[in-house]
């Protein structure tokens, strides 16, 4: 499958995987920022941003893409940073190519299994039927019956695209992803370890990583390194850029 992706900065490959319902837009600003030190590779998974769509959505097939995109850009032994659904990914990608990784940040995720926490998301978003729409805010005012959040809805609302009809349609394949949504909550569990640099970035107030998992962790990752940005949740990267960045960096270049 050939992966979208957009490249920044030049020097040692440094790859960014994005979270469920995301795409590589929501990294444009910290991947420029990114590029000025490394070679930055921003991806769209499967069924997401402009990548293809696929009925399968499993980690071992996302990894999978992923080992191909290397060998397509002949991407030497890289930095990986995975968000979320991303960062199960990187943690699935890691553990199967573990001589394609140099060092693994993983952003707000554990391997265990997740809670589902997009149930509600997921009935919103195939409710709407986008071609009875004209405008973006009549989209955004269909869906807040459901998310009330703001920030959730516009976050969502960068997966819209025109079809070249005129109508509204969704870039993500939504389809795929509803029926493979106790897929993308399974944990990783692939009976091996990495023993490079990883570490865990997290979200002081965000509920995804907590103490119990870190025996899980260690089985796997044994030099697991722990940090979390405090007053922040999920969205680390986008609540707390200066300090994300400032993170990442120590950690990479240490």
């Not at 995301?22 to 997401?48: A, F, P, T």
């Not at 391997?111 to 509600?120: G, K, L, S």
Request: charged share 25%; net charge neutral; hydrophobic share 40%.
């Amino acid at each position: 499958m050939h992966l979208f992706s957009k490249i920044y900065g030049e020097g040692e490959p440094l790859i960014i995987l994005h979270g469920l319902f995301g795409s590589l837009n929501n990294w444009n600003n910290l991947g420029k920022k990114l590029g000025e030190e490394y070679k930055v590779y921003l991806v769209d998974q499967r069924n997401h941003g402009r990548s293809p769509h696929d009925p399968v959505h499993t980690y071992k097939a996302m990894a999978a893409d992923l080992a191909e995109f290397f060998k397509e850009y002949a991407i030497p032994p890289a930095f990986l940073i995975g968000h979320s659904m991303g960062g199960k990914t990187a943690m699935e990608f890691t553990l199967a190519y573990p001589n394609a990784v140099q060092k693994l940040v993983v952003v707000d995720m554990s391997p265990r299994a997740t809670i589902a926490r997009h149930d509600a998301i997921l009935e919103a978003l195939t409710a709407v039927r986008l071609e009875r729409y004209t405008s973006r805010e009549e989209i955004d005012e269909a869906l807040k019956a459901k998310i009330r959040d703001q920030k959730v809805r516009q976050f969502l609302l960068t997966n819209l695209t025109r079809e070249e009809d005129g109508r509204y349609g969704w870039k993500m394949n939504l389809d795929s992803l509803e029926k493979n949504y106790g897929e993308i909550n399974r944990g990783i569990e692939n009976g091996r370890k990495f023993s490079g640099p990883v570490l865990f970035l997290t979200g002081g107030i965000s509920p995804y990583v907590n103490d119990d998992d870190t025996p899980a962790i260690r089985a796997l990752y044994p030099k697991a390194e722990f940090k979390s940005i405090s007053g922040v949740g999920h969205w680390v990267h986008a609540e707390a850029p200066e300090e994300f960045l400032r993170i990442v960096r120590e950690f990479i270049s240490s």
